[in-house]
């Protein structure tokens, strides 16, 4: 089994302690696949092939659970290569995995492409993006501050 490194990529290492999920010890751990890189991949846990036809979505399994620190949020993201050549993308993309959640991590991998899909045990399925939370405290007010934009959405500029 590799061992996992964790690549440095801002100014504070936080701690992120992994498990294979019992009877996934096979797959590879999330890894980064270059220093610049923002995600760590993750790898499909099925046992038998799984067939995602065109326009179908299904919870794919990582074997993998997390415990992270309180200021952190994983999400998961889909693989642009995926995206690009299949039409693979994650269905809630971005996916939130809370720092109390501490089962196993799945992807909802959904084909927006014109033919099946076959995902394979181990195969790259998505990437895990860590993202610092900052503590919030929300207020009630009696008015919002005024800017150029105001409540203009959804299109309000043009094309």
Known sequence: MEKYRPVLGGTQLLDVKMIHMPGNED????????????????H????EPVELKPGQWKLIPTGIALSMP??????????????LKHGITVLNAPGTIDSDYRGEIGVILLNAGEESFRI???????????VQIPAVSLKVVESLDETSRGSGG????GK
């Open 27 to 42: 797959l590879p751990l999330p890894v980064k696949m270059s220093t610049g890189s923002s995600g760590f991949d993750l």
């Open 44 to 47: 499909a846990a099925v046992v």
């Open 70 to 83: 309180a200021e952190l949020e994983a999400q998961v993201r889909p693989r642009s290569g995926l995206a």
């Open 120 to 130: 394979q045990r181990g195969d790259r399925i998505a990437q895990l993006v860590f």
């Open 154 to 157: 959804f299109g309000h500029t």
